[in-house]
């Protein structure tokens, strides 16, 4: 008997972030973001109208590129035949990552294909009002933040990993 596993493209999971401020977590079906405080009990919900981004063919193709270290083009191709004979989310999902700033405001991180060169950010306020975005290089991971600033890992051309702090600015 075998089992064959693979990674369905574009599906949303669940994503959750805490610190001394609360717990943050996301669905990542849709920009919204529940914050529970110590107690559990539920403190804010903070969302977004916005629009997910519907899955289209080249995403598709874009996703398997970036996700494969096989370079076969004949591979890839059946790769995608596969996938497109699976059942896919007719969207992208939305957050894939949450993490509180110093100050309280929730930090989310929305989708990026493997390819995309930029992360981008959602931050909003501790009382859940949207303040604006931040964009990173897809390079810089941003592992905490406090006082427009963030601490984080930048990866160069070469896989060498150095932690960085970089002023921010909200778009």
Same mark, same amino acid.
């Given at each position: 008997? $075998?089992? !064959? !596993? ?6 949303? @999971? ?19 973001? %529940? ?7 539920? #403190? ?11 899955? !289209?063919?080249?995403?598709?193709? *874009?996703?398997? #590129? ?7 083009? @004949? ?6 035949? %596969?996938? @497109? ?16 700033? $110093? ?6 991180? #929305?989708? *990026? ?5 930029? @992360? #981008? ?7 859940? &009002?949207?303040?604006? %975005? &931040? ?5 810089? *991971? ?15 051309? =070469?896989?060498? $990993? *150095?932690?960085?702090? %970089?002023?921010?600015? =909200?778009?």
């Amino acid at each position: 008997m $075998e089992v !064959t !596993t693979f990674t369905v493209p574009f599906s949303p @999971r669940s994503v959750a972030g805490g610190s001394y401020h609360g717990v943050a977590t996301t669905d990542g079906a849709a920009y919204g973001i %529940r914050v529970f405080g110590e107690d559990g009990s539920l #403190r804010l919900i903070a969302r977004l109208d916005d629009s997910l981004r519907p899955r !289209t063919e080249p995403y598709l193709e *874009r996703w398997v #590129r970036g996700s494969l270290p096989e370079r076969d083009e @004949r591979v890839i191709q059946d790769v995608i035949e %596969r996938y @497109r004979q699976s059942p896919l989310p007719d969207s992208l999902p939305a957050y894939t990552h949450l993490l509180f700033a $110093e100050g309280g405001e929730v930090w989310a991180q #929305r989708y *990026r294909l493997p390819d995309e060169s930029m @992360r #981008r950010w959602d931050v909003f306020a501790a009382d859940g &009002v949207y303040l604006g %975005r &931040v964009v990173v290089p897809a390079s810089f *991971r941003i592992e905490e933040v406090g006082r427009g600033e963030a601490l984080g890992v930048a990866t160069d051309e =070469l896989g060498v $990993e *150095r932690v960085q702090v %970089r002023k921010l600015t =909200l778009k």
